[in-house]
């Protein structure tokens, strides 16, 4: 036990978190060892349980501890010296469809209405946490901040999300890590990578509208996977695997770009196996994995980068603005991509990686993030409340992440609506925009965060 100075200028939170990090660094905390529980230490020292809540998140955002769901507190499997070592390397009326949708709402910024984009609202952002960190990185930074920067990507940065990922069960050291531009630039670095004219490939359908882009520009075959409330519909992609020699699945397993659905555990390993028995990679596009409250696994988790090639950014959590991407993958594509990183565009900027990993560290992101799923899941309540109440249709009975899926009962085909509803100042996003071959659609993707207006309802309930 080591007394907290209450009187002192220096907060209690930083206290604990001084007195951790000398008993680690002086190896008295031995790796693996498990720390005093949250209530245990609160009791014995006598501060609040939330005091303690901070200063341990602070140390896991530091990289000293590891959390284990239902077991408490760890320290690192490794020394944390090494967290910053340098890394030994290895060399309608409109032409309604997703690249107009995404001008619009980013040109037109006096739109009045925009449940079909596909962001958060700025107002959720935690933008004091962005502004007090790129000052950080601006006043404090070690280092230079106008060279190009490391070809995988920011090390420190690298290394924090390796240890997220293993949190999620997902084993990856930082050199199986590749930063990117945002999840789209790496979406483009793989299809570039993996494909070529004439490939088949396997799409989520519906699915991400600018992955459709990228596939059709470099004139593969894509075919189409139904989507059901429980994922991709297993009995229909062994059908279709019988008919193509399948080279890439991509898909979105968690709280599912367009329609907020997930996999079920059935249906992961039923696709895991295919992959195996057909001979095909997964890439998972996984960008809303911390919008998710539920404990779902991912498909890399069961597969532990074998097959599957794993996607994810921050820019829905930190800031859209931020263009901070990254891969996960098996260490020899892994070393290929950025071979290929460097042919089309040299590296991907530092000074945002750096600016992610400050937010990542500084023990607040944790809290922010709670807070943001919270939100999601009342707007999501809230949404298909009202959506009902105007006779909407909907695809899943989901309570999670950003997107809901819905038709209206009287207009087979939403483009239609769509085109009725800019007339209105509201710009929603059809489901034609979802799938590759553009065939008409009921479906309507509404995003959660930006459908409070009474006007979006009065004009669904009268339309």
């Given at each position: 036990m080591?007394?907290?100075d209450?009187?002192?200028?220096?907060?209690?939170?930083?206290?604990?978190v001084e007195?951790?990090?000398?008993l680690?660094?002086e190896?008295k905390?031995?790796?693996?060892m498990?720390?005093p529980?949250i209530?245990?230490?609160?009791?014995?020292?006598?501060?609040s349980?939330s005091?303690v809540?901070?200063?341990?998140?602070?140390?896991v955002a530091?990289?000293l501890?590891?959390?284990?769901?239902?077991?408490?507190?760890?320290v690192?499997s490794?020394?944390?010296?090494?967290?910053?070592a340098p890394?030994a390397g290895?060399?309608?009326?409109?032409?309604?469809?997703?690249?107009w949708m995404?001008?619009?709402?980013w040109?037109?910024?006096?739109?009045?209405?925009?449940?079909g984009?596909g962001?958060m609202p700025?107002?959720?952002?935690?933008?004091?946490?962005?502004?007090?960190?790129m000052?950080?990185?601006?006043?404090?930074s070690s280092?230079s901040?106008?060279g190009?920067?490391?070809?995988?990507?920011?090390?420190?940065?690298?290394?924090?999300?390796?240890d997220?990922?293993n949190?999620?069960?997902i084993?990856?050291?930082?050199?199986?890590l590749?930063?990117?531009?945002?999840?789209?630039?790496?979406?483009?670095?793989?299809?570039?990578?993996?494909?070529?004219?004439?490939?088949?490939?396997l799409?989520?359908?519906?699915?991400?509208?600018?992955?459709?882009f990228?596939?059709?520009?470099?004139?593969?075959?894509?075919?189409g996977v139904?989507?059901?409330?429980?994922?991709p519909?297993?009995v229909?992609?062994?059908?279709?695997?019988?008919?193509y020699k399948?080279?890439?699945?991509?898909?979105?397993?968690?709280?599912?770009?367009p329609t907020?659905?997930?996999?079920?555990?059935?249906?992961?390993h039923?696709?895991?196996?295919?992959?195996d028995?057909h001979?095909?990679?997964?890439?998972?596009?996984?960008?809303c994995s911390?919008?998710?409250?539920?404990?779902?696994?991912?498909?890399?988790?069961?597969?532990q980068?074998e097959?599957v090639?794993?996607?994810?950014?921050?820019?829905?959590?930190?800031?859209?603005?931020?263009?901070?991407?990254?891969?996960?993958a098996?260490?020899?594509?892994?070393?290929?991509?950025?071979?290929f990183k460097?042919m089309?565009?040299?590296?991907?900027s530092?000074?945002?990686?750096r600016?992610a990993?400050?937010?990542l560290?500084?023990g607040?992101h944790?809290?922010?993030?709670?807070?943001?799923r919270d939100?999601?899941?009342q707007?999501q309540d809230?949404?298909?409340?009202?959506?009902?109440?105007?006779g909407?249709?909907?695809?899943n009975?989901?309570?999670?992440g950003?997107?809901?899926?819905?038709?209206h009962?009287?207009?087979?085909?939403?483009?239609?609506?769509?085109?009725?509803?800019?007339n209105?100042?509201?710009?929603?996003a059809?489901?034609h925009?979802?799938v590759h071959?553009?065939q008409v659609?009921p479906?309507?993707?509404?995003?959660?965060?930006?459908?409070?207006?009474?006007?979006?309802?009065?004009?669904l309930a009268?339309?």
């Open positions: 080591f007394f907290l209450a009187g002192s200028s220096k907060p209690l939170v930083q206290q604990i007195h951790f990090q000398t680690i660094t190896g905390f031995h790796s693996g498990k720390i529980s209530r245990s230490f609160a009791e014995s020292h006598g501060v349980v005091t809540v901070d200063a341990y998140d602070r140390l530091e990289g501890l590891i959390p284990r769901q239902n077991a408490g507190f760890y690192r490794f020394q944390h010296g090494q967290y910053l890394e290895n060399l309608a009326n409109v032409r309604f469809d997703s690249l995404l001008r619009r709402i040109e037109n910024r006096s739109v009045e209405i925009n449940p984009c962001w700025e107002s959720w952002m935690d933008d004091d946490s962005l502004r007090r960190n000052r950080n990185v601006s006043n404090h280092g901040m106008t190009y920067g490391t070809p995988k990507g920011y090390l420190p940065l690298r290394w924090k999300i390796s997220w990922l949190e999620d069960e084993f990856c050291p930082p050199e199986q590749l930063m990117t531009n945002g999840a789209a630039h790496a979406l483009g670095l793989l299809t570039q990578y993996l494909l070529a004219r004439g490939d088949t490939v799409v989520d359908e519906p699915g991400y509208s600018l992955l459709l990228h596939l059709k520009r470099l004139g593969v075959n894509i075919v139904p989507w059901t409330a429980q994922g519909d297993p229909a992609m062994e059908q279709l695997l019988k008919q399948v080279k890439v699945f991509f898909t979105n397993p968690r709280l599912h770009n907020g659905a997930s996999y079920t555990t059935a249906t992961a039923k696709t895991l196996q295919l992959a028995r001979d095909f990679l997964i890439v998972e596009d996984d960008v911390d919008l998710d409250a539920s404990t779902r696994r991912s498909l890399a988790s069961m597969d980068l097959r090639i794993y996607v994810s950014s921050f820019s829905k959590t930190i800031s859209p603005s931020l263009r901070v991407g990254y891969i996960a098996h260490p020899d594509l892994v070393e290929d991509l950025t071979q460097i089309t565009g040299l590296t991907s530092e000074v945002e990686e600016i990993y400050q937010i560290t500084d607040r944790r809290k922010y993030l709670k807070g943001l939100k999601l899941v707007a809230d949404t298909r409340r009202r959506l009902q109440q105007a909407m249709l909907l695809f009975q989901a309570h999670e950003m997107f809901v899926w819905a038709r009962p009287r207009h087979a085909d939403a483009h239609e609506l769509s085109n009725q509803a800019l209105h100042d509201i710009c929603l059809p489901g925009l979802f071959d553009k659609s479906w309507l993707r509404f995003n959660v965060g930006y459908c409070a207006s009474d006007k979006l309802y009065e004009f009268a339309a």
